[in-house]
């Protein structure tokens, strides 16, 4: 069940929260409405924004137009919950960690632990999180050139008696809001995730500069 329970982690599509202005008063850039085509594994799925909440955007993975997973991710660095097919899981974690890693600069770096629940097992066990922004860099999609950050990070989960380890290196456009691709490995297999093009809801008005934060 670990097995499975771990595939929920290579197919979390990092994304971003939110075009309205947050409590601290940090906008985000992630729109209600955008469509995403994306190559995982060698396969096309494609994602769906379907509505976001401060600092939770709820992603829909379609594949061969059949809705396959789901994601409430948080800032679009950290999954707090979800489901592929009939595994759901929820993610226990001090967000206020996450939300110290920006605004997003090489050098920077956050670790935190919460709990993890797998619902179809009714089993609970502990994560330990590393994320580290190591350099930047530029991805080039069917929609033009972006801007990116490279992040790193690490996942070390206790899970059913059993420990692993997951790591991803994150290609995050802040000026979208979300990442163009991501490489990622457990140590016995890796896999890869990469948006090919971009469709974006109406009124969207597009700068590309390193940081900048688009509505």
């Known amino acids: 069940m670990l097995v499975r329970w771990l595939g929920v982690l290579f197919l979390i599509a990092i994304i971003s929260a939110c075009g309205e202005q947050t409590e601290d008063g ?7 409405g955008l469509r995403a085509q994306i190559n995982m594994g060698g396969q096309a799925f494609e994602m769906e924004v379907a509505s976001v909440a401060d600092r939770v955007a709820t992603l829909q993975y379609f594949w061969q137009d059949r809705l396959v997973s789901e994601r409430q991710q948080y800032r679009g660095l950290f999954s707090l919950s979800g489901h592929d097919g009939d595994i759901r899981f929820i993610n226990d974690v001090d967000t206020a960690v996450i939300d110290s890693l920006f605004p997003l600069k090489v050098g ?3 670790s935190f ?7 179809a097992a009714d089993y609970s066990g502990s994560l330990w999180v590393t994320i580290a922004v190591v350099d930047t860099a530029e ?4 929609d033009g050139r972006f801007d990116v950050f490279v992040l790193h990070v690490s996942t070390i989960l206790s899970v059913a008696g059993e420990v692993r380890s997951v790591t991803r290196v994150i290609y995050y456009s802040p000026e979208l809001g979300l990442p163009l691709k991501m490489e990622m490995s457990d140590g016995v297999r890796r896999s890869y995730w990469r948006i090919t093009a971009i469709d974006m809801p109406p009124l969207r008005v597009r700068r590309n500069r390193l940081g900048t934060v688009m509505i």
């Open 108 to 110: 920077h770096e956050v």
């Open 26 to 32: 940090e906008p985000y850039s992630l729109p209600e």
């Open 139 to 142: 991805v080039a999609i069917k």
């Open 113 to 119: 632990g919460g709990k993890t629940w797998y619902e």
